[in-house]
């Protein structure tokens, strides 16, 4: 099992920036994909971006160009550059861990609230 723990959720005006970070621990080495995920209010959760073992990034059309998707090996931690940022960004955002192609694990969720 992987034991995930976001931070770096906020409160900012909306065209401002965040980074949440997700650090990973447990079976790290099962590892082969990580992704960001977010929930807003009364909607489903959504994909937002991953990264995988190989280094292969996707984005969610809703904020391509706008967000990054980055991790730091050494730390055990990925990250989620947020730039630009909207109103309709405001969510929980989740971390979610992939292991051994078939088992999931999630962190506990960081609050992102975007002001108009």
């Known amino acids: 099992q992987v034991q995930l723990v976001e931070s770096g959720g906020g409160l900012v005006q909306a065209g401002g920036s965040l980074r949440l970070s997700c650090a990973a621990t447990?079976?790290?080495?099962?590892?082969?994909?990580m992704r960001w995920y977010r929930q807003a209010p009364g909607k489903q959760r959504e994909w937002v971006a991953a990264i995988t073992s190989g280094g292969r990034i996707n984005y969610a059309d809703s904020v391509k160009g706008r967000f990054t998707i980055s991790r730091d090996n050494a730390k055990n931690t990925v990250y989620l550059q947020m730039n630009s940022l909207k109103p309709e960004d405001t969510a929980v955002y989740y971390c979610?861990?992939?292991?051994?192609?078939?088992?999931?694990?999630w962190g506990q969720g960081t609050q992102v609230t975007v002001s108009s």
């Open positions: 979610n861990a992939e292991r051994d192609y078939r088992f999931r694990d």
């Open positions: 447990g079976s790290i080495l099962s590892i082969n994909a």
